[in-house]
């Protein structure tokens, strides 16, 4: 969970035709189901931002050793990385409410207002745009304060020095794996609960786990930056 330099990730990454050139051997008719230019330029950015990240990806599994945000400049370049996670997360989000509407719009042309089979399916597109508005307000939350606090401890049973970021809203990588942790989840209830030295917190699943918390944190963030 190491953050790479970032003059080293600018300098591993080509020009924007080098990435589109790599990373857009679509077929005619994948081109065609882009509705607009601006689907098309959201899908050119969504590239370029996968190859940035997978380049940080690379840099960071190599520094693995060493925790992230050791320095203040370390801990700017997280945040700049997961606020760049986030917003992407928001880019998507947006689009399938947008592609819902429009679905809903289709479906209004097509069916009659009586018709079961069009009834039916009125409602599980309106289903599915409620859930997607639902999780664009916790997306934006994400988006606007990604995360307040942070843990670091010594994992008993892996004897393994971990931190985590802790937020409001839970943010995964590409990879899945967590950058930020929903508030609630078991392990975040020692930033809360406990002082520093050995605690513990139980998973109902798995349950109780001892760590040694040898460092709490608790951020500021306005405008994309931490403040002092």
Known sequence: MNMPKSRDIRAKIPSLKVILNAFLPVTVKELNSYKNTRDLQGMALLYVRMYRRRAMAEKMKKDAAELPGTSREAEEQQLAYVIDIAQEHLVQARKAIREANEDLADLMEIYDAKDKEGLTLWNNATARLKEYKQNMVRLEKARKKPYFGRIDFLAKEKQQKEAYYIGRVGISGD?????????????????????????????????????????????????DRLKD
């Open 175 to 223: 990879d899945a794996q967590p950058l930020v942790l929903d508030w609630r989840a078991p392990i975040a209830s020692v930033y809360y609960e406990n002082g520093l030295g050995p605690c513990s917190y139980t998973v109902l699943s798995e349950g109780t786990h001892t760590i040694d918390l040898e460092r709490k944190r608790t951020y500021e963030i306005e405008n």
